[in-house]
């Protein structure tokens, strides 16, 4: 249903467009689509087309509000040196916040209807880089839940020889970075995240084998990204 709006929007954009250019071929107006800030355009209609997919979440919050505040500083409304100055740290304070609630404000559940916790009982995983590289293999271990954390580094989560005995939740918090996350052949993967100017992509293959069980992604990616295979 969301992706069947989303085509609506760009259906009607895309008519405006050539109905209006017509128009002017014609000499009924004088129409443009080169105004002043036009090219915000570009970071506030997708930030409207991604509401509309996936819902209202702190990326396309903060796309918004960054794509609102040049297109008003273009446009007269805003000092465009103040919008530039007050930009940068505008931003990290978006992102923090959304960072800090994406971890708060999630309850993931199994098919069951039990919440996933952060960590099975204290035995979650923390598998961090910070400018840097880590690899994390748990060949022949139980794996009960992780925290990834990449900041201007890279994470690789082997789990494909790993122990799941159970529904499993990792938290992934990517920031200038990327994560990859290697899963077993009887894992299903499900995916919860924020994008802010990155994503994740989920590769993963279906179950071949029984029992089968789930891995819950709860993911923030700030210009970088997770990809599960």
């Given at each position: 249903?969301?992706n069947r709006m989303s085509n609506v929007v760009w259906g009607?954009?895309?008519?405006?467009?050539?109905?209006?250019?017509?128009?002017?071929?014609?000499?009924?107006?004088?129409?443009?689509?080169?105004?002043?800030?036009?090219?915000?355009?570009?970071?506030?209609?997708?930030?409207?087309?991604?509401?509309?997919?996936?819902?209202?979440?702190?990326?396309?919050?903060?796309?918004?509000?960054?794509?609102?505040?040049?297109?008003?500083?273009?446009?007269?409304?805003?000092?465009?040196?103040?919008?530039?100055?007050?930009?940068?740290?505008?931003?990290?304070?978006?992102?923090?916040?959304?960072?800090?609630?994406?971890?708060?404000?999630?309850?993931?559940?199994?098919?069951?209807?039990?919440?996933?916790?952060?960590?099975?009982?204290?035995?979650?995983?923390?598998?961090?880089?910070?400018?840097?590289?880590?690899?994390?293999?748990?060949?022949?271990?139980?794996?009960?839940?992780s925290t990834v954390n990449a900041v201007f580094g890279a994470?690789?989560?082997?789990?494909?020889?790993?122990?799941?005995?159970?529904?499993?939740?990792?938290?992934?918090?990517?920031?200038?970075?990327?994560?990859?996350?290697?899963?077993?052949?009887?894992?299903?993967?499900?995916?919860?995240?924020?994008?802010?100017?990155?994503?994740?992509?989920?590769?993963?293959?279906?179950?071949?084998?029984?029992?089968?069980?789930?891995?819950?992604?709860?993911?923030?990616?700030?210009?970088?990204?997770?990809?599960?295979?």
């Open positions: 249903m969301r009607i954009l895309l008519i405006a467009v050539g109905l209006g250019y017509a128009g002017n071929n014609l000499g009924f107006w004088d129409f443009s689509i080169f105004f002043k800030g036009w090219w915000t355009l570009f970071i506030i209609i997708p930030c409207l087309i991604d509401m509309i997919q996936h819902g209202v979440n702190g990326g396309n919050i903060i796309g918004l509000c960054i794509g609102g505040a040049l297109f008003c500083s273009a446009q007269g409304f805003l000092d465009f040196g103040l919008v530039r100055r007050m930009l940068v740290p505008a931003l990290l304070v978006l992102i923090g916040l959304s960072i800090l609630l994406s971890n708060t404000r999630r309850g993931i559940r199994d098919q069951q209807g039990n919440k996933i916790p952060y960590e099975k009982d204290g035995a979650g995983l923390d598998v961090s880089a910070v400018f840097g590289d880590r690899k994390a293999n748990y060949s022949g271990q139980i794996f009960e839940g994470v690789e989560l082997d789990l494909r020889t790993a122990i799941i005995e159970q529904d499993v939740r990792v938290d992934a918090t990517v920031v200038f970075g990327g994560a990859n996350i290697l899963v077993p052949s009887n894992v299903i993967v499900k995916v919860m995240s924020t994008p802010i100017l990155g994503g994740v992509s989920n590769k993963a293959m279906a179950p071949t084998e029984v029992p089968c069980h789930t891995l819950y992604l709860n993911a923030t990616c700030v210009f970088g990204g997770v990809d599960i295979r």
